[in-house]
């Protein structure tokens, strides 16, 4: 039977989303009817910005695209998946340092739900050498990450930072 694959999953912590992200998310809303962007919460990590301000973040970097949707979702990301009846969970790729840790992650989720798919997608290379943990770094150490991060991230990393006694 074939399947028509309109919905996806987009999980991850977010924290703070970047341009790179953003890549991700403008990519897959050309390829699927439907995505839903998953904001982890793991109870046991302290994030930078709170589920709902990564959420928010999100929403406002998003605004341009009508077929996109932020969510938070905590637990297994493949009932999570299941849950909103997506066989799809996309993951970004920017280079192969992330092949090792992407190929794990994809393989427990297919053990445990053989029917969801991962499907992977390649950042411009513009971006390949971001991620949130570079970003959180300079933000916290007082660097500029402005062209790091969407605007609107920008505009609500500097408040929340200013909240936190960084500025
Ligand atoms: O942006 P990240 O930090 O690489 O995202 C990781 C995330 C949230 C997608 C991953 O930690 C996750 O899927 N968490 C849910 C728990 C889970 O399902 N674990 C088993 C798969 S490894």
Redesign the pocket.
């Known amino acids: 039977m074939r399947t028509v694959l309109r919905l996806a999953v987009y999980?991850?912590?977010?924290?703070p989303p970047t341009l790179g992200h953003l890549d991700v998310i403008e990519r897959a809303a050309k390829l699927f009817d439907r995505l839903i962007v998953?904001v982890?919460v793991?109870s046991a990590k302290t994030p930078l910005l709170s589920a709902d301000e990564r959420m928010e973040a999100l929403r406002r970097s998003t605004a341009h695209l009508d077929n996109v949707e932020i969510e938070a979702?905590?637990?297994?990301?493949?009932?999570?998946a299941q849950d909103r009846g997506a066989r799809v969970i996309v993951?970004g790729l920017r280079a192969t340092a992330d092949f090792e840790?992407e190929f794990?992650?994809a393989m427990?989720?297919r053990r445990?739900a053989s029917e969801v798919e991962t499907v992977f997608l390649v950042t411009k290379w513009e971006h390949s050498y971001l991620s949130?943990s570079i970003v959180r770094e300079v933000a916290l150490l007082g660097g500029d990450y402005r062209g790091l991060v969407p605007e609107a991230v920008a505009e609500l990393l500097e408040v929340a930072l200013a909240h936190r006694g960084v500025s």
């Open positions: 999980p991850g912590s977010f924290d998953g982890g793991n979702f905590s637990g297994l990301l493949v009932n999570y993951r840790y794990q992650m427990v989720n445990l949130s």
